[in-house]
């Protein structure tokens, strides 16, 4: 049989290569639309990885150009081109920014002042977002045009405070002091030159994010013992939380400290073996550590002699569970808020220092001593008693063995401690300011004479009071 030259087992010429265009064609779309979805994913997995900056620097690419020179912002590690405000724009916020527009710098800051946070309302209204760089370290973010400008207005927008200034210069030295979000408004202008016919203006708009790394200062690194450690933080977000790892017995809340800082007190008990010891102080991905010397401090020795019958009436098992019983309960109290500050008002000013901090003290010949805990203060029967700090009074009550006792909650677990008074003129609650009368000296409980015994704690564990009356125990909050 002869072979059939019209055996469909090819198709005529012309549909064949029609067929073959068609199947290609269909073949390039299935590719393209595999590439168009990936690079969708793409940019979708970018933008959800690398987060705010990156996706807020695209959508300023969106906005329509004129024809100034792009502005090269830079911010330690991280840096954008910044195109600048389409005309519109530009003209939209200059007219809520500045009305009318002045050329005085200051003035127009002061009118930027006036308004409730213009830009954010511009911001706001237009749904435009500005490139938004995070400084890690500032001062030191610089700015530079392809051109140089002949003329330059900033105004740096924080916290609803405005800051004007008219040289490039000033965005490397501006430092707003707390971290959060600072909008920038930098006004450039070119005079006419080869180039360009005409004078040229651009409005440029940005914002930079300040997220610096913690700063930790420490009042010191060589203590002796019974002294107080305190540890300053700095730029902390409200969600960075301290941890701290340390051989001292050490176990700080980190507290609020004015406007700009936290503050922990870590009192060194007299206790403590002299020696070498480190804290490891981590907020964020910050972490650094510190050696802290404790010295080697000689306590004196005293030997005490006190009448028998006082000491047998005042210093017994029973007087020292009631001391127990009563003062420890008041231990826990501890005010989040800081009421100390300043100076330590010296309680009874004129006071003959009689026996120091720590002293270990033998009473009548007896084989067994005790600390002194605090330092005693001899002055007349009857001398007031001022309070060495603000706060609040949580204890006042007579006991056997201190007398009349007063103690004060300053915050943080600072407490301030009055013994062996003639009479207690506050009571628990009361809150008083630092110089305000609270009794008067006297010789009650386990006392020689007129005298006022003051202890300073701060979470159960003595301090050294001279410390304090020699000297603020606190350095003033930054500003
Ligand atoms: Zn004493």
């Not at 002045?102 to 006036?114: G, I, P, Q």
């Not at 009349?404 to 915050?411: D, F, M, P, R, S």
Request: glycine residues 6%; neutral net charge.
């Amino acid at each position: 049989m002869a072979p059939n030259p019209s055996r469909p087992s090819a198709r005529p010429s012309a549909s064949s290569s029609s067929y073959r265009r068609s199947r290609r064609f269909h073949k390039m779309l299935r590719l393209f639309m595999v590439m168009v979805v990936f690079m969708v994913l793409t940019s979708v997995l970018t933008a959800l990885v690398t987060g705010g900056p990156q996706r807020l620097f695209g959508m300023i690419q969106a906005i329509a150009t004129p024809d100034a020179p792009r502005l090269r912002l830079n911010a330690g590690e991280e840096n954008a081109r910044i195109r600048p405000l389409s005309d519109d724009l530009a003209e939209e916020l200059m007219a809520q920014l500045l009305q009318p527009p002045s050329s005085d710098a200051e003035a127009a800051a002061a009118a930027v002042l006036n308004k409730e946070d213009p830009i954010q309302k511009f911001l706001k209204k237009t749904k435009y977002k500005p490139v938004c760089l995070t400084a890690r370290s500032v001062p030191g973010q610089t700015a530079a045009f392809d051109i140089a400008p002949d003329q330059v207005k900033l105004f740096f927008h924080f916290n609803g405070t405005t800051v004007a200034a008219d040289s490039l210069e000033a965005l490397a030295k501006y430092d707003p002091a707390v971290d959060g979000t600072c909008y920038i408004l930098l006004e450039a202008r070119w005079a006419a030159q080869k180039s360009w016919e005409a004078s040229r203006k651009g409005l440029y708009c940005f914002a930079l994010q300040y997220d610096r790394p913690a700063v930790f200062e420490l009042n010191g690194t060589a203590f002796d013992p019974g002294e107080l450690l305190v540890i300053y933080a700095q730029y902390l977000t409200a969600d960075d939380k301290v941890t701290v790892q340390s051989d001292l017995p050490f176990s700080p809340d980190f507290a609020a400290y004015g406007d700009r800082e936290r503050i922990a007190l870590v009192p060194l008990s007299y206790d403590l073996r002299p020696g070498q010891y480190q804290a490891s102080l981590t907020a964020g991905d910050q972490t650094e550590t510190f050696q802290i010397t404790i010295k080697d401090k000689e306590f004196p020795i005293q030997n005490l002699t006190v009448k028998d019958e006082v000491a047998e009436a005042t210093r017994n098992a029973a007087s020292a569970k009631e001391f127990k019983g009563k003062i420890e309960p008041v231990l826990n109290e501890r005010d989040a808020v800081l009421s100390w500050s300043g100076e330590t008002q010296m309680p009874v000013p004129g006071a003959r220092l009689s026996t120091l901090f720590g002293v270990r003290r033998y009473v009548n010949g007896a084989s067994d001593s005790y600390r002194h805990t605090g330092i005693d203060l001899a002055i007349g029967r009857g001398t007031e008693i001022k309070a060495v700090n603000g706060g609040r009074v949580i204890f006042s009550e007579q006991l056997t063995q201190t007398g009349n006792t007063i103690l004060i909650e300053h915050g943080l677990g600072l407490k301030s401690w009055y013994y062996h008074l003639d009479e207690r003129r506050v009571e628990v609650g009361d809150a008083v300011k630092k110089g305000d009368v609270i009794g008067t000296v006297g010789s009650t409980g386990f006392s020689t004479g007129p005298h006022l015994h003051l202890n300073l704690s701060v979470n159960g564990t003595y301090i050294n009071p001279c410390t304090a009356l020699d000297a603020p125990l606190l350095r003033e909050p930054l500003k």
